[in-house]
């Protein structure tokens, strides 16, 4: 029988732990043209294969690459100055009140041109994709005029060219009200879903569009149209609801069909259960809870139990929430969240990748799904989220290219 | 005039941050067989000097390497399983009761050889030293019986010869009474006091004794009789002390005069007078409360306002706390202690120089101490701390040595 030729085997991983809950010990995985041809048992996969590459990964975990579904990674400047004052007590619904907040970071966006928002942003995605993460969703809405949403959009653009993880662009003009509109919000509102969306949506810059649905910021019926609006230009919906309060965004989510609600920190039990009737996926943010040192946590087992999908994602941002790693996220969804660490890893994995729509491409390993891959020297996922602080040595394929981490030959 | 030669300049930080509180910017560090021999303005370091390696530091940050005082970073095995166990409830006494817990190491450690001790750690410790560490105490205490005391020592001794950071070794041989004495703890104090201090200190192995005083573990009168055996055989006094409960640990620090008293997550306020009038070092470990998810950090505040001499350490060990970032512990001690970024920086250098009695050698940047130096990839200490789960670029020296990190040619 002639051994079929593939780019790369990762062979007898201690255990490979896919996003659908697929956990497997002994096993190895083809890949070829940057997807993954086979999996099964060390043994069978062995008489199958000849590849060009081989790398042994006896007693070793490999998860699925991460999916982070939500993160506000390209923005100018950065609020060190802010995270210490809040630090030493201020309040951060009382520092955007005072002007700081996302309406400090859209001035500095507004000052920065495309290629700095480019080349500032560029480190930290470095990072992210070295920490694991393979599939990036980046979100606009540090603009707040249409220029600069669509240099934001531009920037993303040229990250996803460049980019060996895949970046997913996201619209958010409605992500808080600008501050030469801020006596006129209905004004705003009308250029978001007049102006923006049909700009964004007919150069092709975005494929989803977002809303901030929180007290003080857009009420539901804001939201609502902000999301109707990108529906009719073909931007599938995604909401920041119920993170500060029960604000109502987790109903507009079910409503409007959104793909995902996201933080729902505070979401009440009808908010759940109206998630769950519309097949909307819970993307949750511990990263942020813990990073503003909030009380919190979205009530996850509720939401688990309820038989939603959730996902896990970073929500990296110059002010919440500065965390880029999604081992750190998931170490946190276990630790607080009460979450299993197979739960944390499927959510950060398949669930994301639910969350972007991409549930057919990536988020676990399965044949004829792109080689997102992650090899940890680390035994199981108990390991892993025991020492999710640490920089527990990795090596990450995206696409079947290997972006980050020692090569380990056989 | 002829110019110096000289081995590395650093050349016009944004910002050099010593230990003992100095703040420059626009400085240059000189460097020579491992060495700091000049601090000073940019323009008048530059015509003193012939270096024969210049690395431009324009915009970055450059503190003092961490002086991490307080580790039990070797041991057999691993406790995962336990992690998650107590995430999803279970508490660490009740875990420790169970015969998890140290005992659980302490059977683990005993079944492994030296050798494989060292192995284990290297990993661990190497990671510590990529994330800035300079030097790192460790101590004993997984052995619980006089062979494996001197094991653990000796697997110290053997990483002390190896790597480029100082490590300090401590004996700890009062860390927990080991199964075979639990029906006679009296005597299993005595071996300690009479059989294994008196070995460990005709080695040489150890440089400070330590004892865990708390509730269930040794009492305040088991723990004195340890540290004064210690000092009689030359061995410096540490203590873990009022850990879970005020156990008066800080009062026998007071009495013994201990270079450090270690946790006082729980400390009141006659303990803290107490271990300033005896010129006791409080080192508190942030890492061990956010790992175990206990809401009750140590009174920073109230401590560094009494005057005492604040360290901070990791507490990397195999069951409590894996947190292996100095930087990580110092992000905790800003946003759950109410440190500022400069006290917290000031605390994991010199702070931890002080508990380690190298205040003279290391722990800040002043003329001839050791150049332990961290490049970091950031404006000011207010970023490092921003910015304190993310791997930040950063260029390690130990005594004048590129340990870790990008060689950064001007």
């Known amino acids: 029988m002639t051994l079929k030729p593939i780019d790369l085997l990762l062979s007898n991983a201690n255990k490979v732990v896919s996003g659908n809950k697929g956990v497997y010990e002994g096993f190895s995985i083809a890949i070829d043209s940057g997807k993954i041809k086979a999996i099964g048992p060390a043994s069978e996969i062995a008489g199958l294969f000849h590849p060009r590459e081989e790398l042994d990964a006896t007693g070793k975990l490999i998860p699925p690459g991460f999916v982070d579904s939500h993160t506000h990674v390209i923005f100018g400047g950065q609020r060190a100055g802010e995270f210490v004052q809040r630090c030493s007590g201020a309040d951060y619904e009382q520092i955007a009140a005072a002007g700081g907040g996302i309406r400090a970071s859209v001035r500095m966006t507004r000052d920065t041109d495309l290629d700095t928002l480019v080349s500032d942003a560029l480190p930290r995605i470095q990072r992210m994709m070295a920490s694991g993460s393979t599939t990036i969703e980046i979100k606009s809405g540090y603009g707040l005029d249409l220029e600069t949403e669509l240099k934001m959009l531009r920037a993303i653009a040229i990250l996803a060219k460049d980019c060996p993880a895949e970046i997913v662009p996201t619209f958010m003009g409605a992500h808080e009200t600008p501050d030469e509109w801020r006596e006129d919000r209905s004004r705003y509102i009308k250029m978001v879903c007049e102006e923006m969306i049909p700009a964004v949506a007919s150069e092709g810059l975005a ?25 009719a230009h073909g931007l599938k919906p995604k909401i920041h609801a119920d993170e500060m309060a029960a604000s109502g965004g987790s109903l507009v989510a079910a409503q409007v069909g959104a793909i995902s609600a996201d933080h729902l920190m505070m979401t009440p039990p009808e908010g759940i259960a109206a998630l769950k009737e519309a ?113 527990l040595s990795r090596t990450v394929w995206a696409g079947g290219n290997r972006i980050s981490g020692p090569p380990v030959h056989s």
């Open 279 to 391: 097949g909307v996926v819970a993307t949750l943010l511990p990263g942020t809870t813990f990073f503003l040192s909030k009380p919190t946590y979205a009530p996850a087992r509720k939401m688990i139990d309820a038989g939603l999908d959730v996902a896990l994602a970073t929500d990296r941002n110059p002010g919440s929430c500065t965390i880029e790693s999604m081992l750190f996220i998931m170490g946190l969804a276990v630790q607080r969240m009460n979450m299993t660490p197979l739960e944390a890893l499927e959510a950060a994995t398949l669930g994301g990748a639910k969350a972007l729509g991409r549930s057919e491409i990536c988020g676990s390993i399965d044949v004829e799904k792109r080689a997102d891959l992650i090899l940890w020297d680390a035994p199981d996922e108990d390991f892993l989220i025991y020492e999710f602080t640490n920089d």
């Open 207 to 231: 494929e989803f569009c977002d809303v901030f649905c929180e007290r003080g910021v857009f009420n539901p019926e804001e939201s609502q149209a902000v999301l109707e609006a990108g529906i």
